[in-house]
Structure formats: C-alpha cells, structure tokens
C-alpha cells in the first residue's frame, strides 16, 4: 500500500490540485470562507427586501394618515377615495376580503383534508403517484384564468338556481378560490399524514379501531401541526389573491358579508388604483399604501397563529 503521510507534510507536493499541501489548505480555507459570505448574503438578502417593503408601506401609509384620522379609518363604513367628498372606511373592503376568504376555506379545508386521509391512508401508490401530479398542477394554471372561470362558466351555473345571485359577487370567486388552493392545503396535510410512524396506526388497529377511525384519531391528531400549517398557508393565499377577486367578484366596495353580492376586496382595489393615473402623492394614492399596510398585517397575524399553533402542536417522532 501507497505511503501518504509524505502528502500530509505541509511542503510535500498536493498530486491532484498541484502545489503544496499547505497552499491545498489555504485555498481550502479561503473558498469556505467567500461560500459563507456569499450565503449569507444570500440570507441578507430576503431581510433586507421585508425590511424595505415594511419602510414603503409605513413611509407613505404615515403621509396618509396626517390627513385621515385613524378612527374614521377602521370605523367608516363607506370607501369612496375618488370622490370629492371622500371616505376611507378600509373595513369595507376587509369584510369582502374575509368574506371570499371564508367561503374558499370552507371549500378547502373539508376537501383538502378528505383527500389527504385518501390519500395517505386508502390510496394505493400508484393511485397516489397518478392524483398527486393532477393535483398539484392546478397550482400551475394562471389566477387570471381561475377568475374567468368563475365569471363566466361558476356565476352562470349559479344563477341557474339561484336567479337572486348578482352578476359580480363573492360567492363564485370564494368557490373557485377554494379549489385554487386545495393542491397547497391537500398535498401539505399529506405529507404531515404520511409522516405519522407506522406503530401509531398498529397500535389503532390493535385496539379494533377502523381505518377510517384510526385516520381521524390517531394520524389527523398526530399529524395536527402541518395539517394547520397547511390550512394556515391556505388562508394567506386566500386573503392575498387578486386576479380572481378582481374579475368575478367586481370592483365596488360594499360594506357587508353578503356573498350573493358584489364588493371590491383589498386586493382588487389595488389593481383598480394600479391601473389608473394617480398623481403621486395624492391622498386616493397615498391610500393604496394605508390598506396594502392592513392586508400585511392580516397575513402577518394569521402567520403568527400558525407558527403557535406548530408549536403548540408539534409532534416529534
């Protein structure tokens, strides 16, 4: 057998990267060192964008608020920033948004979770390998085409028994956007599922439980900190989606939880303001800051109840 301690010695010859040893370990040393800098940067790089989108929101919101109260704000029930006598009520547009939120949720959340238990406790693997990519690819189809879907083929089905149901209203796009996110809510809840140790399961069965009995008392509970995770991640899709929002559930702000009719969401009032010639620094612009600031702080609020409930939670195995 070849002798390698003479490679070991600091002046000895490095037979594959050529020079010495000692200058192996140098440039060994050096690309460690400019690897960690460069990750984090990397790392440095994501704060540094919150940093800046938090510093935007609150720069331009604090020019809007000098000139509308606070308590008008959150109390005003009518949003009408183009108007010459204007009102900036944001909880007009924050009950259509938890309107369309809540109407996709209660789609979501029973069908996201039945079809996780499907498929991580009935299905076999190759049912499981073929729904799976089917499923998620609907993540890939273009919000833009969900919200036509829902303004031109959902709301006419719709109407069809329930002649009342307006031509732009809540209830279609919270349906649609209930299947826009059930890949993120089904596949996430699966793989939670799927992590559950086998020897739970047996010691269901051992007991004379059902499989159905045994997925909802033993794998559902085990598996309960990615399942919220999964429905917590669900929600902030919902709140923050736009395009579907903004062309099936229309651009009018209503005060009021009323699905069959038409509002204009936080979102879509964004992409009306977007879309027109604001002069900049005008209090309809300043605006679009005040209610993106009240869209991140609900994001924000539903993030950290997910991270508790993780935490509270949290099953190891």
Request: hydrophobic share 55%; aromatic share 12%; net charge negative.
């Amino acid at each position: 057998m070849t002798d390698i301690a003479p490679l070991v010695s600091h002046g000895a010859a490095d037979p594959v990267f050529g020079g010495t040893t000692a200058q192996f370990l140098r440039r060994r040393a050096l690309w460690n060192r400019l690897a960690g800098y460069v990750l984090a940067l990397a790392a440095l790089a994501s704060v540094l964008v919150t940093v800046g989108i938090v510093y935007v929101l609150i720069s331009e919101s604090a020019a809007f608020f000098r000139q509308v109260s606070l308590f008008d704000f959150l109390t005003d029930t009518e949003w009408t920033p183009m108007f010459e006598n204007a009102h900036f009520g944001v909880m007009t547009l924050v009950s259509a948004t938890l309107t369309v939120a809540g109407i996709a949720l209660a789609v979501a959340i029973p069908a996201g979770l039945g079809l996780a238990i499907y498929l991580s406790e009935y299905a076999g693997s190759g049912v499981r390998e073929t729904v799976k990519p089917f499923l998620e690819l609907l993540e890939g189809v273009p919000t833009v085409v969900y919200g036509f879907f829902a303004l031109l083929l959902v709301t006419p089905m719709l109407q069809s028994f329930m002649p009342e149901l307006s031509g732009f209203n809540m209830l279609a796009p919270g349906l649609v956007m209930g299947i826009m996110i059930l890949p993120y809510t089904a596949s996430v809840s699966e793989d939670a599922m799927r992590s559950v140790p086998m020897g739970l399961r047996e010691a269901g069965y051992a007991l004379g439980y059902s499989r159905f009995r045994v997925a909802l008392q033993v794998v559902v509970p085990a598996a309960l900190s990615g399942i919220t995770a999964a429905f917590i991640l669900g929600m902030s899709r919902a709140v923050g989606e736009t395009m579907v929002v903004a062309i099936a559930a229309g651009q009018n702000p209503n005060y009021g939880f009323n699905p069959m009719e038409g509002a204009a969401t936080i979102t879509a009032y964004i992409v009306q303001m977007a879309m027109g010639d604001l002069p900049h620094g005008s209090i309809a612009y300043q605006s679009v800051f005040a209610v993106g600031i009240v869209l991140f702080l609900i994001t924000l609020l539903f993030n950290l109840v997910g991270f508790y409930l993780r935490r509270r939670f949290r099953e190891e195995y």
